[in-house]
């Protein structure tokens, strides 16, 4: 299958194009390497040594013997670019990773929520407009977030994009007045965005839902949990194929970073009381995922298929416990720059991956100790300043940062 990977050089871009080349697929990372632009203007790089898109095509020929197709392109500004390249090269399906993933950085301030709205929205405005001018029949598969449903349960497991609602009316059809009766029906279930960069994420939701109704695009949409871990079977391959490591305030998420902060001795930084709770996945099982969801692609006028992307929930404080007894760690408990509830619940069915085959990777101490050691391991290339949270969601907030740190 042809395969075009957008945002194929980024954290969860990179692995996948490996994963989907490895496997047999024709592929295409189409990117403006945005990413790395980004690494400059915060002053900050990954904590593992990332080379570059030559360098990592070289390697990838070396160890598997295929090749990787790279286009410097920018989806969100190059409209007429993108359309003649889809025209060109015809491809099967396409995975659109090309958005700004970072919540933290989406509310750094009127530069960065401006970005991400103008990046992440034109960027899938343009990919549907495309696929549709193209006439070709594109399975269109997108990387979205469990954060377009907020994090809170409503007393229920957050369902796989639809909800089953009943309504009562009063009315039939032609507007009569008839006895009162129970109507059932099906809508996306609500929304409640938590940052700038959740907002975009229900925005997609929407032109997918449209474009599926008026155009019958067959479009997947993945509703993904936290990433954790930083190796797939194809980075490990060659230290020149190795995934990104974040670990700063803007794009580290909480669990890797606090095995980088447990392996630098830093203190583990817990938000509040660390009462949140937050949907999970290893690195491993989201280009699993991916795979999945390729080979079960929607039917042209089916609606969008959505797959909640998530293997386990966690308390953040009772991850930093666990950090702390494996590697000794001290926590200190820093003030929270998110505007959100410092308690919640969360509880999410995830039945349509189980269904097709997916064997979840799960916390375990081998694999915590594992990320772990790739922090020691590049330790010294932390800046240490860069570790807090430090990009507030209103004024009321502070930055995450340990007494005598700041």
Same mark, same amino acid.
């Given at each position: 299958m042809k395969i075009f990977v957008l945002g194929g050089d980024g954290f969860c871009g990179w692995p996948a194009a490996l994963h989907l080349s490895a496997i047999g697929h024709d592929i295409t990372i189409v990117d403006n390497f945005s990413r790395r632009v980004i690494d400059e203007e915060l002053g900050v790089q990954s904590l593992t040594p990332i080379r570059s898109m030559v360098e990592r095509k070289k390697a990838w020929k070396e160890v598997s013997g295929k090749d990787l197709n790279v286009v410097t392109l920018n989806v @969100? %500004? $190059?409209y007429d670019r993108f359309l003649k390249l889809l025209i060109d090269e015809r491809p099967d399906a396409i995975i659109h990773f090309a958005e700004q993933r970072a919540a933290p950085y989406s509310m750094k301030g009127s530069k960065q929520k401006r970005y991400t709205v103008d990046n992440n929205t034109n960027a899938t405005s +343009? =990919?549907?407009c @495309?696929?549709?001018e193209s006439g070709l029949d594109i399975h #269109?598969?997108?990387l979205g977030t469990m954060g377009v449903y907020g994090y809170g349960t409503a007393g229920m497991k957050i369902p796989e994009g639809y909800l089953d609602i009943q309504v009562m009316s009063d009315? !039939? $059809?032609?507007?009569n007045q008839v006895e009162p009766h129970p109507i059932e029906t099906q809508i996306l279930y609500p929304t409640n965005p938590g940052s700038?960069?959740?907002? =975009? %994420?229900? #925005? !997609?939701q929407t032109l997918f839902a449209y474009y599926a109704k008026n155009d019958s695009l067959r479009i997947t949409d993945l509703h993904q949990g936290i990433i954790w871990g930083t190796h797939t079977e194809e980075t490990q391959l060659d230290d020149r194929l190795i995934n990104r490591f974040d670990y700063d305030g803007d794009y580290g998420t909480v669990l890797n970073r606090f095995l980088m902060q447990a392996a630098v001795g830093y203190p583990l930084t817990v938000h509040g009381t660390g009462g949140q709770t937050r949907a999970f996945i290893h690195l491993q099982d989201s280009v699993r995922c991916i795979e999945l969801a390729i080979n079960n692609p929607p039917q042209r006028g089916d609606r969008v298929k959505i797959f909640n992307q998530m293997t386990e929930t966690h308390r953040v404080r009772d991850l930093a416990a #666990?950090?702390?007894? #494996? =590697?000794?760690?001290?926590? @200190? +408990?820093v003030p929270d720059p998110r505007n959100e509830a410092q308690e919640n619940e969360l509880h999410v069915k995830n039945d349509n991956f189980l269904a097709l085959g997916l064997n979840p990777t799960t916390l375990s101490e081998g694999l915590l100790m594992e990320i772990n050691e790739i922090a020691m391991k590049y330790k010294d290339r932390a800046d240490l300043s860069k570790i807090p949270a430090r990009s507030l969601w209103t004024k009321n907030q502070k930055a995450g940062v340990p007494d005598n740190l700041d």
């Open positions: @969100a %500004k $190059e +343009n =990919t549907l @495309a696929i549709v #269109l598969v997108h009315e !039939d $059809e032609h507007g700038i960069y959740h907002m =975009t %994420k229900v #925005l !997609d #666990l950090v702390s007894k #494996l =590697t000794g760690a001290k926590i @200190a +408990n």
